[in-house]
């Protein structure tokens, strides 16, 4: 199945690349709609990644969710208990999942990842990883081979109040992730930080257990599921 679908995606990819080269000039002249449109689709199939054993899409739970942020704002705008918090909009998405929701399990650490690492290698379960990095832009919390095993060992998201690296690896990783900015500089590992207590995001209080809603739009939390 893997090989015909990769061989369809192809023959399509070359069906319109020719069909825009051999379209006749009158057709082109006579019907000025066609020419755009079969470009269009063109450059659609060019930007399609062809599916492959390692970046074939997964199904999982945040691929169905329903919320907007936006929704939940406007639901939830004249809150004045402190439960709900928007994320302040400093984060860049470098995941392949731009969608996506859970609990929140958190890690406090600065310019090294031991902690970060030994998160991503266990069971995710659905849950969303924050770290409070300090905010640093001098070293780089995940890179590519970390992104890949939150992705595996089904982690809903990372959120990272710091950077990141191996941008090209992580947009292939099917889970979201949000970070300050890319960083190629690798942390030192002196095992130290902290997880499971709250922590500060651009001051913004974030506890074990909260849920994060992300999408494009931002991040919005609150303790319990939302309903809008």
Known sequence: MLLEK???ERSKRHYFRRLVADLPLKIKKSRPGVLPY????SARLENTRIPTPENEPKMT???SLSFATCDL???HKNDTTGQFQVLPPVFRDFGAVRKFSGPVVTVKCFEDN????AAVDSPGEGRILVVDGGASLRRALLGGNLGAAAARN???GVVIDGCVRDVAELAQCSTGIRALAAMPLPTEKRQEGQRDIAVQLQGVWVRPGD???ADED???LMAPPLTA
């Open 73 to 75: 704002c406007d639901a």
């Open 218 to 220: 931002g991040m919005v």
């Open 114 to 117: 031991s902690l970060v690492k």
């Open 61 to 63: 739970q945040t691929a």
């Open 211 to 213: 849920w994060l809603y």
């Open 6 to 8: 990769i061989l369809f």
């Open 154 to 156: 089904g982690w809903a």
């Open 38 to 41: 079969l470009m269009v689709q």
